[in-house]
């Protein structure tokens, strides 16, 4: 079964600019590097380091790959985008 490439659209407006910085913080609090997420995940470091910065829209795809080598639910990356967003 393959996965579409589809745009995380399910989240609030705004929220999507937060994913990246939800993804930095888990990620520092694994106390890994940029580079060691994206070869756990499969990612190459310029996608992650694009999507950490908010510089591109994250696909599904990713997020899920992400937060599978993160050992968390796609669901407290976006809960924590929120957070982040309602600042």
């Known amino acids: 079964c ?9 989240v609030q407006p705004g929220v999507t600019m937060q ?3 939800s993804i930095v913080r888990f990620r520092e609090h694994r106390g890994w590097t940029r580079a060691q997420l994206a070869a756990n995940a499969g990612v190459h470091h310029d996608t992650l380091r694009r999507v950490e910065e908010g510089g591109v829209s994250l696909q599904v ?6 937060a599978r080598v ?7 990356i976006v ?8 600042r």
């Open 61 to 66: 795809r990713t997020l899920v790959a992400l």
């Open 19 to 21: 994913l990246g910085q």
């Open 2 to 10: 393959k996965i579409k490439q589809r745009r995380v659209e399910s």
């Open 79 to 86: 809960r924590e985008a929120e957070r982040l967003s309602s």
């Open 70 to 76: 993160l050992r968390v639910k796609v669901s407290e």
